[in-house]
């Protein structure tokens, strides 16, 4: 068979499975399509199927059908980080400086401390740490992924529980919105390269003069001209921050941060969040998956997975009570919101995918880190939907 016809093989398996096992098994309550999605990517990925049926997955995914995945996957995400940069609104937690935070700092500080213990006793065994990272890269790489906050998933799943527009889902957003940034500072600080730090340094700068004279031509620019010249001030900044090695994906994140949400019709904007996660997205699971290892064996990694599942959620619920605690919340309020701030999914996945990228972590930490995101995030709705019903009072509450 010709490529393309290989290729259109894999599409129709990326699309048609998650599909199904999430119409027919009615997973929508614990696991959303986008987790089934991502689920799925790690099945297909030669852990499972390549495992369980490696002629098959050798004649599918082949050196070449894995490039062109591959080149679809990097736009794709790079599309919807650019689309998480450009939502990022921190006026509102500026408004609500000290509430935001401290709430901000101790939910993401926490699993962070308690995410790099852990990477300090993995360091302990051989095949978790990158062939190019220092243990501090290491350390703090893996203790971030603990912290992660995936805004666009938080932003479905609040959705979801119809308190959104409420004033504890906007609460929430401005914590998730504060440590989005710190998140992308963070990956940034992993990624100096001492080497090239004259290009990282003189890409930063560049970004800052660009930046300035783009966000004048974009306010005078008709709405419909500013999504082409917004694409193509993507394509840039992914290239500028790739070539001064600090991967795309901190660029995408920067040519998203710089630009103003209001820039933009809002449904347009969530229709592009839409139909970027609905026809794209997909192919960058499935490429996840493909990246995820086993060499270690599954309860190994496994185990590891469970490790850093418990850094992040105990991090992160102790920080939320932490904070609580100094803004004089109600009972149960701060284990609301940490589990809520819990959610991880895309974000996370993507943090990983630049770690391994860089050689800070290997695949096996890759996959453990993957399978700890996934348990997560479907512990999500089923933990808070019960708590949101008994607490009506704190749903209502602007701070």
């Known amino acids: 068979?010709?490529?393309?016809?290989?290729?259109?093989?894999a599409m129709t398996l990326i699309f048609t499975i998650p599909y199904l096992i999430w119409r027919i098994g009615k997973t929508e309550y614990y696991a959303p399509l986008v987790v089934v999605q991502?689920?799925?990517?790690?099945?297909?990925?030669?852990?499972?199927?390549?495992?369980?049926?490696?002629?098959?997955?050798?004649?599918?995914?082949?050196?070449?059908?894995?490039?062109?995945?591959?080149?679809i996957a990097w736009w794709a995400v790079?599309?919807?980080?650019?689309?998480?940069?450009?939502?990022?609104?921190?006026?509102k937690a500026w408004q609500h400086r000290r509430e935001s935070i401290v709430t901000a700092g101790l939910a993401l500080g926490t699993p962070l401390v308690f995410g790099s213990i852990a990477a300090t006793g993995?360091?302990?065994?051989?095949?978790?740490?990158?062939?190019?990272?220092?243990?501090?890269?290491?350390?703090?790489?893996?203790?971030?992924?603990?912290?992660?906050?995936?805004?666009?998933?938080?932003?479905l799943f609040m959705e979801k529980l119809e308190i959104l527009r409420l004033p504890i889902g906007q609460r929430i957003l401005r914590y998730a919105s504060l440590d989005d940034v710190v998140i992308w500072g963070i990956l940034a600080l992993i990624l100096m390269d001492w080497e090239r730090v004259g290009r990282q340094v003189g890409f930063l700068l560049g970004y800052t003069v660009i930046g300035y004279i783009f966000r004048k031509l974009m306010v005078r620019l008709p709405e419909r001209d500013r999504w082409y010249v917004g694409l193509i001030w993507l394509a840039g900044c992914g290239f500028g921050a790739d070539y001064s090695g600090l991967h795309f994906m901190v660029g995408?994140?920067?040519?998203?941060?710089?630009?103003?949400?209001?820039?933009?019709d809002q449904k347009q904007m969530d229709f592009l969040r839409f139909h970027v996660l609905l026809v794209m997205m997909p192919v960058f699971f499935l490429s996840t998956g493909l990246r995820t290892n086993w060499a270690l064996g599954g309860a190994t990694v496994s185990m590891a997975a469970g490790v850093l599942l418990a850094a992040s959620i105990s991090g992160k619920l102790l920080g939320t009570h932490i904070a609580g605690r100094?803004?004089?919340?109600?009972?149960?309020?701060?284990s609301l919101i940490g589990w809520l701030l819990q959610t991880k999914a895309l974000i996370m996945i993507i943090f990983v995918n630049v770690l391994l990228d860089n050689g800070i972590i290997t695949s096996e930490t890759f996959t453990a880190l993957l399978l700890m995101a996934i348990a997560s995030t479907m512990m999500t709705i089923p933990i808070v939907s019960p708590k949101l019903a008994r607490m009506d009072s704190i749903i209502f509450r602007s701070k």
Do not use: K
Not at 54 to 59: K, R, S, T
Not at 78 to 90: N, Q, R
Not at 252 to 264: E, P, S, T
């Open 38 to 71: 991502i689920i799925t990517g790690i099945l297909l990925g030669p852990g499972v199927l390549g495992t369980v049926f490696p002629n098959y997955y050798g004649f599918v995914f082949t050196p070449s059908v894995i490039q062109l995945l591959n080149g």
């Open 1 to 9: 068979m010709i490529i393309t016809e290989i290729f259109l093989i």
């Open 252 to 264: 995408a994140f920067l040519a998203g941060a710089i630009m103003d949400g209001d820039w933009f």
């Open 326 to 334: 100094i803004l004089n919340w109600e009972p149960g309020e701060g």
């Open 78 to 91: 790079m599309l919807f980080v650019w689309i998480a940069g450009i939502e990022l609104d921190l006026r």
């Open 122 to 155: 993995l360091l302990m065994f051989d095949g978790w740490i990158g062939q190019n990272a220092m243990s501090w890269q290491f350390i703090m790489g893996v203790g971030m992924a603990c912290a992660v906050t995936a805004l666009p998933i938080l932003i």
